[in-house]
T-cell receptor, first 114, second 115 residues
Framework: GNSVTQMEGPVTLSEEAFLTINCTYTATGYPSLFWYVQYPGEGLQLLLKATKADDKGSNKGFEATYRKETTSFHLEKGSVQVSDSAVYFCALSDRVAGANNLFFGTGTRLTVIP | NAGVTQTPKFQVLKTGQSMTLQCAQDMNHEYMSWYRQDPGMGLRLIHYSVGAGITDQGEVPNGYNVSRSTTEDFPLRLLSAAPSQTSVYFC??????????????FGPGTRLTVT
């Protein structure tokens, strides 16, 4: 079946520190991979995505590379800001009969302190 | 565009009561879905739909019903609420069909407490 395992949190970093949030997956087919972000009191927003092996998704200074050989999609950012404080979810898409169903990891809460 | 809207934002129910969580989108998306978010468990898919008149079960469908009579609306019904249904519920929508996966747009969520 499909599943996503995500680094446990919470993660607390100082401003300008380097961020890595680990994500590995199990899938029956060839999934697409996503990182979503949830700011306090809001719904989820797509942060970045990758649709095939070796693709790199990037947005707002965040990056993640689809590694099929290690079934991983780790999220990185070189210098975090206080405004990056949020919960980050790794997810994969199971495209069944045109559906766009997502399987999520448990989420990692990031707090960035000035 | 309002995007994906959900009502109510908060709700408290007693065990055994019924209610409907509303979800609407104005982006003409074929695909709509409901997820529940529980601490330490991420989001789990309850039900989904790829178009009007078509619905299917997700990972955790028990205790919930859905219908899709229009493209815009996708209500989630709890027929007899249980404390285990205390959660935050998110509705999402996207285009459907073949090709690369389309971005899903999420509503702001409904926080439901069942006592």
């Amino acid at each position: 079946g499909n599943s996503v395992t995500q680094m446990e949190g919470p993660v607390t970093l100082s401003e300008e520190a380097f961020l890595t949030i680990n994500c590995t997956y199990t899938a029956t087919g060839y999934p697409s991979l996503f990182w979503y972000v949830q700011y306090p009191g809001e719904g989820l927003q797509l942060l970045l995505k990758a649709t095939k092996a070796d693709d790199k998704g990037s947005n707002k200074g965040f990056e993640a590379t689809y590694r099929k050989e290690t079934t991983s999609f780790h999220l990185e950012k070189g210098s975090v800001q206080v405004s990056d404080s949020a919960v980050y979810f790794c997810a994969l898409s199971d495209r069944v009969a045109g559906a766009n169903n997502l399987f999520f990891g448990t989420g990692t809460r990031l707090t960035v302190i000035p | 565009n309002a995007g994906v809207t959900q009502t109510p934002k908060f709700q408290v129910l007693k065990t055994g009561q019924s209610m409907t969580l509303q979800c609407a989108q104005d982006m003409n998306h074929e695909y709509m879905s409901w997820y529940r978010q529980d601490p330490g468990m991420g989001l789990r898919l309850i039900h989904y739909s790829v178009g009007a008149g078509i619905t299917d079960q997700g990972e955790v469908p028990n205790g919930y019903n859905v219908s899709r009579s229009t493209t815009e609306d996708f209500p989630l019904r709890l027929l007899s609420a249980a404390p285990s249904q205390t959660s935050v519920y998110f509705c999402a929508s996207s285009y459907a069909g073949g090709g690369p996966p389309y971005e899903q747009y999420f509503g702001p969520g409904t926080r439901l407490t069942v006592t």
